[in-house]
């Protein structure tokens, strides 16, 4: 059974930074591409970025470029999306998903991936 669990949210001033963690249990996680999403209440989620089996990102919203970073460490099961000059509109619920394939999808959709966590809550005080 596949388990993906994001933790490291929680609620920081504007211009601050968080670091969030995502953990994968039950596939071989050095495998495959993993990507991360926010989700605003009345919104789509939003593909944030996306970092391929051999740790290189290929994806990055350009409402987060130059401020977020994804990396992955393969040998711990984790990926890692590192959050700096937090603004309040990154307030959202940060979802951690794999995906089945080795690489980054062409289209960051939501839908081209497999398997997705909980969710952890970021949110940016002015």
């Known amino acids: 059974q596949v388990q993906v669990a994001e933790s490291g949210g929680g609620l920081v001033q504007e211009g601050g930074s968080l670091r969030l963690s995502c953990t994968v249990s039950g596939l071989s996680f050095e495998h495959y591409a993993m990507g991360w999403f926010r989700k605003v209440p009345g919104e789509e989620r939003e593909p944030i970025a996306c970092i391929n089996k051999i740790a290189v990102s290929t994806y990055y919203a350009d409402s987060v470029k130059g401020r977020f970073t994804i990396s992955r460490i393969n040998p711990e099961n984790t990926v890692y999306l590192q959050l700096n000059s937090l603004k309040p509109e990154d307030t959202a619920m940060y979802y951690c998903?794999?995906?089945?394939?080795?690489?980054?999808?062409?289209?960051?959709?939501?839908?081209?991936?497999?398997?997705w966590g909980q969710g952890t809550q970021v949110t940016v005080s002015s």
């Open positions: 998903a794999a995906r089945l394939q080795p690489y980054c999808p062409n289209s960051p959709s939501e839908n081209n991936y497999n398997f």
